[in-house]
Each structure stands twice: as C-alpha cells, then as structure tokens.
C-alpha cells in the first residue's frame, strides 16, 4: 500500500528558531500534499495545500510567512514553522494521495514542543 | 473550518460489544473516509465509501452512508481492547483531489 513518511517524528526546540518537517511520498508520486495540525484531545484542522511546482494554498486564519511549505519535487514537501514559538508547539500531519478523489494516506506525524 | 461533528464524543464498551459512531457533514461529497487514530500516533484509513454507495464493509467494520441526511456511521462489531482509539470521519468536501475536512471525533474504550 501508499506509505507516507515524515522527518523528524520529534522535535524540541527553543522559542525563536525554525524548525523544518519533510513529508515525503515513498512509493508513488503526489502532485499535491496536504499539511494539518492537531492540538491536543482535539481533530485535524487543515492548514493549507501544498502543490508540486507553484504555491501553497492555505487556509483561513493560516499565516503563509509563518508556516512556509515548499513542494519542490513530486515526492516531497516541507513545512517550515518559522521563529517558533509555544502556541505553535502541535501535531503536524501530512497527507498524499495517489490519484483524485481516492483513499489519502498519512504519514506518522511530527510532534514540535517549544519552549 | 470542522467539517462536521461525530456522535457520541465519547463511547466506553466491554470487549465483544458492538460500537457504533455517527458523522454528520454540512456540504456535498465525493466521499467520506474513515480514519482510526491511536493516542499521540498518526492516522490509519479503515474505509472509503463513495457518495454514490449507501453501505461497505471491511471484516468488523461497517460503513453506511445516508447523502439526503448528509450522515454516515461507523459500526465495530465483536469489539475488542486493542480498538480503544480515536475514530474521525473525513469528507472531500469540495472538488476532487482536495484536502478531507475532519469531523471531531469519536474516543472509544473498549475494556476487557
């Protein structure tokens, strides 16, 4: 089956610095990747679209300068939480799916704590 | 945005009773999927049922869907403890090939 990773599966780090997440696609190719977040107890809010070859497109309330996603090839895209800080500590998922409309699978995910 | 809300928030069974979660969802779909999540882990696909289809299963897993009351619900039958997890429906709420907007959730225990 569709299996999707992500680097690292944790992560701390101090308040004021950039951390980057790798969600790569492992065995098939996915023009496009969707990037969510999940506070504790609560379910997945989607942040934003992440589109091989153009930008993301992100959802309302979501800052693009903020949360900086690059989808630079068809297996990969990154999500860069920018000059973190302790709100921003979650879970982030990534997603893929292998044509429209068909089954999305989720990588692991990555839990940030910031200090 | 939620898409929509699943009921009960919470379900607490004895191991081989059934459980049975409700999703309801506010706009049209392609399909609704649903997903099983163990604590602090990430996310399992259990089933996808498309808008055309009313029911699916998969071993103890039965999926309905109802579009004129825009609801679907999960059943587990004979369930075990290893099932304690959160389950979350997730439609494609706009065009084909977009993201799945997720439902609350529903945290079952099933207890030996």
């Known amino acids: 089956g569709a299996v999707v990773s992500q680097h690292p599966s944790r992560v701390i780090c101090k308040s004021g610095t950039s951390v980057k997440i790798e969600c790569r696609s492992l065995?098939?190719?996915?023009?496009?990747m969707f990037w969510y977040r999940q506070f504790p107890k609560k379910s997945l809010m989607l942040m934003a679209t992440?589109?091989?070859?153009?930008?993301?497109?992100?959802e309302q309330g979501v800052e693009k300068d903020k949360f900086l996603i690059n989808h630079a090839s068809l297996t990969l895209s990154t999500l860069t939480v920018t000059s973190a800080h302790p709100e921003d500590s979650s879970f982030y998922i990534c997603s893929a799916n292998r044509q429209i409309g068909e089954t999305q699978y989720f990588g692991p995910g990555t839990r940030l704590l910031v200090l | 945005s939620q898409q929509g809300e699943e009921d009960p928030q919470a379900l607490s069974i004895q191991e081989g009773e059934n459980a049975t979660m409700n999703c309801s969802y506010k706009t049209s779909i392609n399909n609704l999927q649903w997903y099983r999540q163990n604590s602090g882990r990430g996310l399992v696909h259990l089933i996808l049922i498309r808008s055309n289809e009313r029911e699916k299963h998969s071993g103890r897993l039965r999926v309905t869907l109802d579009t004129s009351k825009k609801s679907s619900s999960l059943l587990i039958t004979a369930s075990r403890a290893a099932d304690t997890a959160s389950y979350f429906c997730?439609?494609?709420?706009?065009?084909?090939?977009?993201?799945?907007?997720f439902g609350k959730g529903t945290t079952l225990s099933v207890s030996s």
């Open positions: 997730a439609t494609d709420a706009r065009q084909a090939g977009t993201a799945l907007i």
């Open positions: 992440s589109n091989e070859g153009s930008k993301a497109t992100y």
């Open positions: 065995d098939f190719q996915a023009t496009t």
